[in-house]
């Protein structure tokens, strides 16, 4: 039986695993690391799928990790990006009331925005026609984010990936793990090989809890899939979408909303999405494969408890988000943004994505923040949801401070 041994293992080569690993290259704390893949390459699955939005902070409560953590790291990954000349769209964002209601939603971004750090403006009905002129705004004001930028999430994720591996980091893809012993800080894999380790980082994303599950800890959460999917504007489409376009967002569910994003290259596109639908598959991105059937009715069970509860508004909103699976529901849904959208101006997109949205079984709500629980040797990422990708420097950062690995160095230096 082969065994490999390394200081750092990291679970999952998304965005966080890496921003991780290329934070404790920078920090000089350790140059022995190895990232563990079950895919055959990294941001197979939600860093690689996402919309490449590098949000600005206006969304998050002050004081949540995400407000802590996302105005400086979209900063600190915008620099990055700019540093390698990767594609970005430096484009902004502009954020619009769908009715008049919720036009006092916009003073409450506004202050949660300027909170947090970030750059953000009213405008008004001629502002909001000349930056934007098929967007609508039934109170005639909007929010203006201009440092909301677009990068493309691939590029990304392959430059950093590159940028490790030329640093030393290895990479193990395809690989199946079969079980974990954290009193040995054992890995076993399918093949019958192992992995020693120092210290562990879990970062697996869609099955994060699971891996947690291994360190007896997390099991008070569950991950409920949601699905992204996504429409394009058509090439010959009249209408120009040169900014990102978001609705104000319903703030007690952790969702932006259908909106418009430009793309950068190398395909430029405007996307009209994502919609948060319950996924009944950790990685059923098609309507067949990766079903998972003990799982779907598990979550089928928690979805619908919360579906006649009604707890938090989830009643409405899933019956909302699933009707705009189909497409006239979604076109109405993007209308309200831009209202001479029409039918044939649209087409759908190939892109997928699964949004692994951690669920708190004891309190019965969906998480909305970050959760990173340890244990002595290990640290679980359980909760990395938006804007993950957008702070992914700083977020890596915060799980190393926050970690044993780092809280008993510390000690050991300060005795």
């Known amino acids: 039986m082969k065994t490999a041994k390394t200081e ?8 966080v695993g890496m921003s ?117 705004s039934p109170s005639g004001r909007a929010l203006w984010s201009p440092n909301t930028c677009v990068v493309n999430p691939k590029e990304v994720v392959n430059c950093i990936k590159n940028d490790l591996k030329a640093k030393g980091v290895r990479f193990f893809n395809n690989a199946n793990i079969i079980s974990i012993k954290p009193d040995e800080k054992k890995i076993i894999f399918s093949n019958l090989e192992n992995l020693t380790f120092g210290y562990l980082f879990n970062c697996a994303g869609l099955q994060a809890d699971r891996i947690a599950n291994y360190f007896n800890i997390g099991k008070d959460y569950l991950l409920l899939p949601f699905k992204g999917l996504y429409w394009k504007l058509k090439k010959d489409c009249p209408i120009r979408i040169e900014r990102n376009l978001y609705p104000v967002p319903d703030l007690s569910v952790p969702f932006l909303g259908v909106h418009f994003t430009p793309n950068t290259m190398p395909i430029p596109e405007i996307t009209i999405g994502p919609t948060a639908t319950p996924a009944w598959g950790r990685e059923n991105y098609r309507l067949i494969e990766g079903l998972e059937p003990l799982m779907s009715l598990q979550n089928s069970s928690i979805l619908f408890k919360q579906y006649f509860l009604n707890k938090g508004g989830f009643r409405k909103y899933v019956h909302e988000q699933s009707l705009q699976s189909f497409q006239p529901f979604f ?85």
């Open 8 to 15: 750092i293992v990291i679970i999952g080569s998304g965005m």
């Open 20 to 136: 991780v690993a290329y934070q404790l290259l920078e920090r000089d704390i350790s140059k022995k690391i190895i990232i563990i893949e079950k895919e055959k390459d990294a941001g197979f699955h939600s860093s690689g799928r996402n919309s490449g939005v590098l949000h600005a902070g206006l969304y998050y409560k002050p004081d949540s990790l995400k407000a802590k953590v996302s105005v400086r790291g979209s900063k600190r990954l915008k620099a990055w990006v700019e540093e390698r000349k990767l594609s970005i769209n430096k484009c902004g964002k502009i954020i619009v009331p769908t009715n008049e209601k919720l036009d006092i939603q916009l003073e409450k971004l506004f202050e949660r925005g300027k909170k947090n750090g970030a750059k953000v403006e009213f405008l008004d009905e001629k502002q909001l026609f000349e930056m934007m002129p098929d967007a609508y």
């Open 331 to 415: 076109f109405n849904a993007a209308k309200k943004l831009v209202p001479s959208l029409k039918s044939e101006y649209i087409e759908i997109s190939d892109k997928v994505g699964i949004r692994a949205q951690l669920f708190n079984k004891i309190e019965e709500k969906l998480v909305d923040d970050f959760i990173c629980l340890n244990t002595e040797s290990s640290s679980h990422v359980l909760n990395a949801i938006s804007p993950a990708f957008t702070a992914s420097f700083e977020l890596a950062d915060l799980i190393l401070n926050q970690s044993p690995l780092i809280l008993n160095k510390q000690s050991d230096q300060e005795i």
